[in-house]
């Protein structure tokens, strides 16, 4: 029997650290090349992490919720007849160093499976490594509630078998023992009662539902997200439930209901991609000067425009007008596609546009972009920026689609924002923000009439880009979206 260690491997991108999402598997669970194995989510997305070897899962050193740097030792595997596994710890609990365990990731490339005769077929995998495999079937992936009750299942088996073999052993040393084949995560026995997977726990914590107030309606009892939101939905009723910890008394708060239904404090760890974002913004307010410029429209004309197009079975939508009059804007004031390159000491003026979408998600801010929105036609544009929204919000946005970006578009409007100042996107020159469109009197044609209007806001990097380009650049975007046959004169 040999042990292989398996350490988090480098995912791109210059990232450092990954948090542990979710396990897909178990302590004692038998794997297959590229099953699967973990969801990590990194600075920019969550990553699929598949096993680099076929074995038995022996021990998961890294909790779901936990960060854990590249390098840092995760998993252990047993291998059956395998010769190129890293010896497992001694008994004094000693484990390899991160530098040892990131070169034991980078060396799992073809040790490990039995070499077939024939030259083999290498697989593609889904983080960048693996080796070659004697069969191209793909492991299938149990559902969530499935391996829940998979994880349950191996874990009475393994309960069930050390009473067995050990009959006479005491209480204490069985506890003792647990650790070496499965380092079991703390938790109290109010939570050990609860059934659930850690992305529902970790909904659970953030609306500061009890988990053991609730009753599970998925199989076996799983408590399922549904049940979360329902009970977060029902605060009264669970400040009823229990105590006010928070304040130290029963009962409601002086300040008001409102108050007795909160906790005083809250605090939840700075990671992933709110604390990129944060970094980000943080980094690009303080390096770019930043100047912002406000157009009031009226946009009745691109409203009855796509109302037209959606009858008409065209795709369609005021986002991706917006987002087509912005790459027509940009072909005539290229300064706003640009990069201030500080390391060569040279402005880089772009000939594509990479359109980054600001979308809000329940992981926090994300602006993936779409390669060459320039080429796009509107319908491309409308069904693009409609899959990469809900990718987003999936947590299915890729690096790739998170990087690059030469310009971007923020919809307020969405939340009833009328006008803001938004920050730039790092690296790039200009964003621009579209509002909420709302009825209003307006001019018309020397009367007032109730027309559709809109607030444009460009914030754009000042040593790139001058006062007068900016509004040059935000006239033409705004007489598009007033007067959609305005185009034909500008390309």
């Not at 490339?109 to 593609?124: C, K, L, V, Y």
């Not at 079991?184 to 009662?193: H, K, S, V, Y």
């Not at 300064?335 to 390391?343: E, I, Q, V």
Request: proline letters at 7%.
């Amino acid at each position: 029997m040999t042990v292989k260690e398996f350490a988090l491997p480098d995912l791109g991108e210059g990232l450092t650290e990954s948090e542990i999402v979710e396990w897909h598997v178990a302590v004692g669970d038998l794997v297959t090349l590229n099953q699967p194995i973990a969801e990590v989510e990194t600075a920019k997305a969550i990553v699929s992490l598949p096993s680099p070897v076929a074995g038995k899962i022996s021990a998961l050193h890294a909790e779901p919720g936990a960060t854990v740097q590249v390098g840092t030792r995760i998993v252990t595997f047993e291998l059956d007849g395998g010769s190129g596994g890293v010896d497992a710890p001694d008994a004094g609990g000693a484990t390899a160093d991160a530098s040892a365990g990131a070169e034991s990731a980078k060396a799992d490339g073809g040790d490990t499976a039995p070499a077939p005769e024939a030259a083999p077929e290498r697989n593609s995998v889904l983080v960048g490594y693996g080796p070659a495999v004697e069969s191209g079937k793909r492991p299938t992936r149990k559902p969530r509630g499935a391996r829940a009750a998979s994880a349950e299942a191996v874990t009475a088996t393994v309960a069930e078998t050390a009473q067995a073999t050990e009959p006479k052993a005491a209480a204490e040393p069985a506890a003792e023992t647990a650790p070496a084949t499965a380092p079991a995560p703390a938790a109290t026995p109010a939570e050990a009662r609860t059934k659930t997977t850690p992305p529902v726990r970790k909904l659970a914590a953030d609306r500061g539902v009890d988990l053991t107030q609730l009753t599970g309606t998925g199989p076996d009892g799983i408590i399922t997200r549904d049940d979360v939101l329902s009970a977060a939905e029902q605060p009264s009723e669970q400040a009823q439930s229990g105590e006010d910890t928070a304040a130290g008394t029963s009962g409601q708060s002086p300040r008001g209901a409102l108050a007795g239904t909160r906790a005083r404090e809250t605090r939840t760890p700075i990671k992933s991609v709110r604390k990129a974002t944060a970094a980000a913004m943080v980094a690009s307010a303080f390096t770019a000067p930043h100047v912002t410029e406000f157009l009031t429209i009226d946009v009745t004309r691109t409203v009855e425009l796509v109302a037209k197009l959606k009858a008409k079975g065209t795709a369609a939508s005021v986002l991706s007008v917006v987002a087509k009059a912005l790459c027509i804007g940009v072909a005539r004031n290229p300064s706003l596609n640009s990069r201030w390159d500080a390391d060569a000491n040279e402005i880089v003026e772009f000939g594509y546009i990479n359109l980054g979408i600001a979308v809000a998600t329940p992981r926090g801010l994300m602006v993936p972009n779409l390669k060459d929105a320039d080429a796009m036609s509107l319908a491309d544009l409308t069904e693009a920026i409609g899959d990469l929204a809900r990718n987003a919000r999936a947590s299915k946005a890729t690096p790739a689609s998170l990087n690059g970006g030469t310009i971007s578009i923020t919809n307020v409007g969405v939340f009833g924002i009328d006008a803001g100042t938004p920050i730039l996107n790092p690296g790039e020159a200009a964003i621009l923000a579209m509002g909420a469109v709302r009825k209003m009197p307006w001019e018309h044609h020397g009367d007032i009439a109730l027309r559709d209007i809109m607030t444009l806001s460009l914030s754009f990097d000042h040593r790139l880009v001058d006062g007068e380009q900016g509004a040059r650049f935000l006239t033409d975007v705004g007489s598009i979206l007033n007067d959609p046959g305005t185009v034909l004169t500008m390309v």
